[in-house]
């Protein structure tokens, strides 16, 4: 069992919960909050970075970090998912090519290309510790004909990753201790013969990592099929990310089965919309199971207006250090920023908290005495 990534920016131990920076910045915080809330690592969006302020622009000031004054480590998304939601929602705005994807961000505007080669040249201009390769992202319900091209592209973008990660990593005399990891990203849908195939072949190249790709939440709310094929079809030795699986409860079963990192934008989403976390009993009923280990909270309720009690009595972040329930519930009620602060804050370090109960339990069961679903 993995229990820490090497990076250039320091050692992220894992599991770890990485919140998503996608511009830059995790909304409504700054570096030093972050710290505060004990995060180990931030994922930023090329895709974006790309279209505001521009990769040049991040390049000039000495990269992602010291633009963004985080001294941590940085992974960065290839920017694949968005233009596939980009498309999903108006194909008229682009296709999907052999060469890569060609898409307008708007209607009327300018036609772009992400290919393998930018994809990667950009998150090494931007200086990111974990890289992934460009993906061909399939929604859950597409016929087998678009999986099976989707593996077919994303295999073929990940051999032309790779080799222009290999010549950036050869151009810039980095050894194998100063060069960023590269992940690549299993697609394949449902199918686990489609699965194995995007699998083996990622897996014959040779890559630092592997990423679940595609939609990994079912109607249900559970955890799709593919989640687990990714973990028991890539070399057991690397670590594996768990794209877009970020709910509390699915965080937990996707660690059951093996995977070391995770990326998403809900804890500090629902953060804003006055959404809360708080444990069940410091996590004492936490089990493999995932569910009723925590609660919402839902600051806005008349009920908190002169609630003393902090968030959480047991959580030791700034906001439940500081400040009451009530308190919190009026900065929300008179629209001020630092309830957005104070809220975004307790819910990463619910989550870091959460990392840390998990890695314990991983820990426990190093030597395979119980099984880790139950």
């Not at 995790?26 to 909050?33: E, G, I, L, M, N």
């Not at 990891?181 to 697609?187: I, P, R």
């Not at 099929?225 to 937990?252: F, Q, R, Y």
């Not at 109960?357 to 820990?363: A, D, G, K």
């Amino acid at each position: 069992m993995k229990t820490a990534l090497r990076t250039r920016h320091g050692e992220l131990l894992l599991p770890a919960f990485i919140p998503d920076a996608t511009r830059a910045v995790v909304r409504s915080v700054d570096s030093a909050d972050l710290v505060e809330a004990r995060v180990p690592a931030l994922m930023v969006n090329t895709f974006h970075l790309a279209a505001s302020p521009g990769i040049s622009a991040v390049a000039s000031v000495g990269g992602v970090h010291s633009f963004m004054g985080w001294r941590g480590p940085v992974a960065a998304d290839s920017g694949g998912f968005q233009v596939f939601s980009l498309l999903s929602e108006n194909p008229a705005l682009g296709s999907v090519t052999g060469r890569g994807l060609v898409f307008r961000r708007a209607k009327g505007g300018a036609k772009q290309i992400l290919t393998p080669e930018k994809c990667i040249e950009r998150q090494f201009r931007m200086g990111a510790d974990i890289m992934f390769c460009l993906d061909y992202c399939t929604h859950p319900g597409a016929p087998a004909r678009v999986q099976s091209e989707s593996v077919r592209l994303t295999v073929e973008w990940a051999r032309r990753c790779k080799e222009t990660f290999l010549r950036q990593v050869d151009q810039r005399g980095l050894s194998n201790h100063e060069r960023p990891l590269l992940y690549a990203v299993v697609q394949g849908g449902d199918d686990w013969e489609l699965r194995r195939a995007c699998a083996d072949q990622l897996a014959e190249m040779g890559f630092d990592g592997y990423g679940y790709g595609g939609w990994p939440i079912a109607d249900d709310g559970q955890l799709v099929d593919g989640v687990n094929m990714v973990v028991e079809l890539t070399p057991a030795e690397a670590p594996k990310h768990a794209l877009g699986i970020g709910k509390p409860g699915s965080v937990v079963r996707a660690a059951a089965m093996g995977y070391d990192t995770f990326d998403v934008v809900i804890p500090t989403r629902d953060a804003r919309h006055k959404r809360l976390y708080v444990t069940t009993n410091d996590f004492a009923s936490l089990t493999w199971k995932g569910e009723d280990f925590y609660e919402n909270l839902y600051i806005h309720d008349a009920g908190f207006a002169r609630d003393r009690r902090p968030v959480e009595e047991s959580c030791d972040c700034l906001c439940c250090r500081n400040y009451s329930r009530a308190y919190l519930r009026h900065l929300f009620d008179i629209g001020d920023a630092l309830a957005l602060r104070l809220a975004t804050i307790h819910n990463l370090r619910f989550y870091t908290r959460l990392m840390s109960r998990i890695c314990e339990m991983l820990r426990g069961d190093q030597d395979g005495q119980y099984d880790r679903r139950r």
